[in-house]
C-alpha cells in the first residue's frame, strides 16, 4: 500500500566518504521529500521534489525523484561528523497526508 | 528562520487524564497538522487540519483526540482519557501555499504513567 522501505537502516562510514540511501514504494507518489532528525528535536526538510525525474541539490546533498515515481535517493557527498544523525524519506500520495519511511541512521568517524 | 513552537517540551500525565499539547505554527501559513511518533519507529500522520476543519486523519486519530484553532495563532492537540500506549513525541507542522515543505516544531514527549 502506502507504505515506504527505505533503506540502509543504519550506516557507519568514515568522514569524507560519499553516503547514498533510497526509498521505495509498491506506490506512486506525487511529492518526495527528505527530512533530517537530531536527537530530541523534530525532521528538518532537507530537500522537496515535486516531479519524475527531478534532480535538486542543497549543498552537499542531492536528492532525485524517481521516474517511476515510485522511488527516491539521497546523496551526501563528503560527509562530515555533523551529518550524523536519522534521515528519512517522506512521500506524499494525495491531500496532505505525509507517508514516513523508517529512517536511515547515520553515523560518521572522524 | 520561521518556527513552528511547541510547548511544552516534555509532559508527564496519569493514564486516564486529559492533556492539551500546544503549537504555535507559522504567521502565514494555512495548513497545520500533528504527527506522532513512537520512540524509535517512524512518524506517523495524525490529522491535517485547514480553514478551521479537519481535512483528513488517520486511524489513529479516534474520538479521544481532537484539534482546535482557538484563537489566530495557536493550534492545541487534546487527548481526553490518556493510555499508556499514547506516549510518544508529538510534532506539530505547518505549511503555506507554496509546496509541500513541512515545517515541524520540535515536538512534546508525552509520558502516560
Known amino acids: 500500500g502506502q507504505q515506504l522501505n527505505q533503506s540502509p537502516q543504519s550506516m557507519f562510514i568514515q568522514e569524507g566518504e560519499d553516503v547514498s540511501m533510497n526509498c521505495t514504494s509498491s506506490s506512486i507518489f506525487n511529492t518526495w521529500l527528505w527530512y533530517k532528525q537530531d536527537p530530541g528535536e523534530g525532521p528538518v526538510l532537507l530537500i522537496a521534489l515535486y516531479k519524475a525525474g527531478e534532480l535538486t541539490s542543497n549543498g552537499r546533498l542531492t536528492a532525485q525523484f524517481g521516474i517511476t515515481r515510485k522511488d527516491s535517493f539521497l546523496n551526501i557527498s563528503a560527509s562530515i561528523p555533523s551529518d550524523v544523525g536519522i534521515y528519512f524519506c517522506a512521500g506524499r500520495r494525495y491531500g496532505n497526508k505525509l507517508v514516513f519511511g523508517a529512517g536511515t541512521i547515520l553515523r560518521v568517524k572522524s | 528562520e520561521p518556527e513552528v513552537t511547541q510547548t511544552p517540551s516534555h509532559q508527564v500525565t496519569q493514564m486516564g487524564q486529559e492533556v492539551i499539547l500546544r503549537c504555535v505554527p507559522i504567521?502565514?501559513?494555512?495548513?497545520f497538522y500533528w504527527y506522532r511518533q513512537i520512540l524509535g519507529q517512524k512518524v506517523e500522520f495524525l490529522v491535517s487540519?485547514?480553514?478551521?476543519?479537519?481535512?483528513?486523519k488517520s486511524e489513529i486519530f479516534d474520538d479521544q483526540f481532537s484539534v482546535e484553532r482557538p484563537d489566530g495563532s495557536n493550534f492545541t492537540l487534546k487527548i481526553r482519557s490518556t493510555k499508556l500506549e499514547d506516549s510518544a513525541m508529538y510534532f506539530c507542522a505547518s505549511r503555506g501555499t507554496g509546496g509541500y515543505g513541512y515545517t515541524f516544531g520540535s515536538g512534546t514527549r508525552l509520558t502516560v504513567v
Open positions: 487540519f485547514y480553514n478551521n476543519e479537519i481535512s483528513e
Open positions: 504567521s502565514n501559513h494555512l495548513y
